[in-house]
């Protein structure tokens, strides 16, 4: 994917990870202009080290293309400090993925990512 990540500011003003019992919690957009299906958010673009949960939280396109985090069949991301997202094509009956390098008119998706520092 050719995206840019930015971590939201809460209400507090701040723009950064904040705690969340024992994890930091961010909030982010992540806005995709060109799709590539190998690329991964990394831990670091959030401001974190390590990843433990990610949640899509919104999606700019939804009447064009679903959204999904990806996981193996054990639930687990690409690694402990990065996940893939997944773009479906919704003018596709059966849902494909979003062909490899399309330019997908800067798709906004926000989520929701807790971890460590």
């Known amino acids: ?12 003003g701040f723009s950064r990870p904040s705690v969340s019992a024992d994890e930091y919690c ?3 957009l992540i ?7 190998a690329d991964v958010i990394t ?3 959030l401001g974190l080290s390590k990843i433990t949960t990610v949640a ?4 700019s396109q939804a009447p064009l ?4 985090v ?3 069949a054990n639930g687990k991301y690409a690694s402990d400090s990065s996940f893939k997202l997944m773009l479906l094509d919704n003018s596709n009956a059966d849902d494909a993925e979003v062909t490899n390098a399309t ?8 989520v929701k990512v807790w971890g460590h520092l």
């Open 1 to 12: 994917m050719t995206l840019t990540v930015s971590i939201l500011s809460d209400h507090k």
């Open 103 to 110: 330019d997908i008119t800067d798709t906004t998706l926000r």
């Open 70 to 72: 990806v996981c193996d």
């Open 26 to 28: 961010v909030d982010a």
């Open 31 to 37: 806005t995709i202009t060109v799709y590539h299906t």
């Open 56 to 59: 899509l939280t919104g999606n």
């Open 65 to 68: 293309y679903d959204a999904v």
């Open 43 to 45: 831990a670091s673009q």
